[in-house]
Every structure is written in structure tokens, then in C-alpha cells.
């Protein structure tokens, strides 16, 4: 996979490597100590030095991204993978990273951004997408809801991700929404109930039907 791919896998490099050439042309711009982790009510509870900020978390993400390629590309199962699935490994961390660290940096300038509330929609429309593709997800070892009833059975995998497509999609958009909605605690428990039904659902799902 990662071969036929390969010049999709620079351009999505360069990507996530393009937030660390903006921070350097913002250097003197930036404070030295910069908040980098912020709470469910939008506080700064985290802070890096501005090389770590900068030129650190860009290298950590390119990692993350290689290691994603390399692992999926592994599994011989991915061979015939969708190619739209291939494409949201490949783009999902790139985006992400450009998205975010635009934020934070935004946020260390002194820009007025009201960051708990995009990651909200970041986090919600990321979601969404992946459940748009989970059902078009065919079996394999690394990407997908990977436990051990839906690995074991082809027929589990496949009505396993067909269930859980729209469930992502209706709370990837609900979580999206809470971006705009009032009341922090409130809202911060409705993306914490809403993600774990994301993540619990579809597995009570694979298994009540393996007993079949």
C-alpha cells in the first residue's frame, strides 16, 4: 500500500511538517514558555517551551503518521483495502495537525479564539468522516473496530461497521453542534457520553451478534 502511495505519503509529510515552518517565521512573535494543552473549558492546564512547541510536536505527528503508513501498509490484509479508507489514513494526521497547531499558535498570539469550542467541531467533523467510511472498511488487523469478534468473522466485521457508520456520523455531528452550545459542564459531559457510545456501542454490537 505504502509503495503505490508513496507520493502521497511526501506530500502529506511536508503537510504536517508545514506548522513547524510557520512557527519558525512567527519565532519572535511567540512567547517563550506557550500553552499547548487546554481543559474542557477552554483553560491552558498545559505549556512547552516554544522549541518543543514549534519544532517538536510537528516531528512527534510526522512519527505518529509514518508509523500509521508503515503498520497498515504491514498488514497484508490492506492489500485490497478501499481506497478512500487508504486516503483517510493517509490525511486524517496531516489535516490535523495544520488545524490544531494554527489554533495554538493563534491562541499563544493573543488571538481571541475560543479554542474548547473548535475543538469541538474539529473533533466532531473528524468523527463524522470516519463513520462516513467506516462501513466501506474491509478486514483487516489495523484500521477499523478491531476486536476479537468482528477479526474473527468476516460476516461480524462487516455488519459490526455497517451499524457503526451512522452511529459515528450522528454523534461526530452532535459533538460538532456542542460547539456552539452554552454551559461548559454540560457540554463537556455530552462529548464524554457521546465518544464512549461511540467506542462502546458498536463492540456490545459485534459481540450480541457472534453469539448468534
Not at 513547524?20 to 492546564?45: C, Q, S, V, Y
Not at 470516519?130 to 484500521?143: A, D, F
Not at 460538532?176 to 463492540?203: D, E, F, N, S
Request: with cysteine.
Amino acid at each position: 500500500m505504502l509503495k503505490r502511495n508513496m507520493r502521497t505519503a511526501l506530500v502529506t509529510s511536508v503537510l504536517t511538517l508545514l506548522p513547524a515552518a510557520a512557527g519558525l517565521i512567527l519565532w519572535d512573535k511567540l512567547p517563550e514558555r506557550m500553552a499547548t494543552h487546554w481543559n474542557f473549558a477552554g483553560e491552558a492546564d498545559g505549556y512547552s517551551s516554544r522549541t518543543f512547541a514549534v519544532v517538536g510536536i510537528p516531528l512527534i505527528l510526522l512519527a505518529l503518521q509514518w508509523l500509521c503508513l508503515v503498520l497498515t501498509s504491514l498488514d497484508k490484509k490492506n492489500q485490497e483495502q478501499s481506497g478512500k479508507v487508504t486516503g483517510m489514513v493517509m490525511w486524517i494526521i496531516p489535516i490535523v495537525a495544520v488545524v490544531v497547531m494554527g489554533l495554538m499558535y493563534a491562541v499563544n498570539l493573543g488571538i481571541g479564539v475560543r479554542i474548547e469550542r473548535v475543538m469541538y467541531a474539529i473533533v466532531g467533523v473528524m468523527f463524522a468522516v470516519i463513520g462516513n467510511y467506516l462501513p466501506k472498511c474491509k478486514p483487516n488487523r489495523t484500521i477499523g473496530i478491531r476486536v476479537p469478534w468482528t477479526l474473527a468473522s468476516e460476516e461480524v466485521w462487516v455488519r459490526t461497521h455497517r451499524f457503526a457508520g451512522p452511529i459515528w456520523v450522528i454523534c461526530g455531528a452532535a459533538v460538532a453542534l456542542c460547539a456552539v452550545m452554552p454551559g461548559g459542564g454540560v457540554t463537556a459531559v455530552m462529548v464524554t457520553a457521546m465518544l464512549a457510545a461511540m467506542a462502546v456501542v458498536p463492540v456490545v454490537y459485534a459481540w450480541r451478534i457472534s453469539k448468534k
